[in-house]
């Protein structure tokens, strides 16, 4: 077997953001291991089924690892009954707290763990008030925030020794391969790309080959530890994302707006959540600034034309 940079577990690792990690550590020359429920045609890593809630053979993987990440999680793209709520919350907390007792289990465990999370733990900021940063408290009302704080005190709970821990609250991600952009490029296309509810709310965004740089910056990097945000140096209201995304999109540049109330109408035939759109997130790294993380996108006009 060929010498590698070392093992990187990716939990959660078939999905959009796992895979373009994957992909990247594959090609610097790391060994990579998916766990995951279901083995995916076409996937990059050697698959290994997990449960993301009980110990088993999987555990193994995780003796003189490098790094493992935590990507585990069910989509939110979907209506909050009790049921998905349940589901939303639950997958996070029970994988989290399963690789807990996995790393603690281990003679030599991965020297960090970096566990997904979101930057809608924050309190919604409007207008011209300042962005949150790491230092701002995450104490907001809601599921979302709720799931938030649930899913890093489980992983910050996590009794394991010597072991660098890094929640990663991640914003919007925007790449041609998964997540939400594609939708959004598609509702431009049909002439659909005018601002969606009064337009003034913020988004937090992140461009995926940042999304994989900060990943491997943070993994690398011994004096990081934490919370970190994960989003873009300049966020946007929507009313501005929508305007760049119709200048590379749309037919005429034109688009129609979506008022509030259509959005939440919308939301239900569509069977997702108005509040996935409308709520407003400000959010950027000090961090990473402090740190010197040098962004390839951090305006999102270049960000999107990228992805034309």
Partial sequence: MNKTLGKVIIAGGSGFLGQALSTSLLEEGYEVVILGRL?????????????????????????????????????????????NKSLILNSRVDSTKALGEAIRSRENPPSVW???????????????????????????????????????????????????????????????????????RRLTKLGLGGKQGPGTQWISWLHIDDWVGIAKFLMKNSLIFGPVNLAAPNPVTNREFMRVLRDSFAPMKIGLPAPTMLMYLGAVLLGTEAELVLKSRKVISRVLSEN?????????????????
Wanted: charged share 30%.
């Fill in 39 to 83: 083995e995916k045609p076409g996937q990059n890593g050697r698959f290994v089924q997990w449960d993301a809630k009980s110990l088993g053979a999987w555990v193994d993987e995780l003796e003189n690892a490098l790094a493992v990440f935590n990507l585990t999680g069910r989509s939110v793209d979907c209506r909050y009954t009790k049921e």
């Fill in 292 to 308: 010197d993380f040098q962004f390839r996108f951090s305006k999102i006009d270049a960000a999107i034309r990228s992805m034309e």
């Fill in 114 to 184: 970096l566990n997904a999370s979101t930057a809608t733990i924050y309190n919604d900021r409007r207008g011209d008030l300042p962005a949150h940063d790491e230092h701002s408290e995450g104490n907001a009302v809601g599921f979302s925030e709720e799931v938030g704080r649930a899913w890093e005190k489980a992983f910050f709970d996590a009794p394991v020794e010597h072991v660098r821990k890094i929640a990663m609250r991640i914003s919007i991600v925007l790449g041609k391969g998964g997540g939400a952009f594609p939708v959004m």
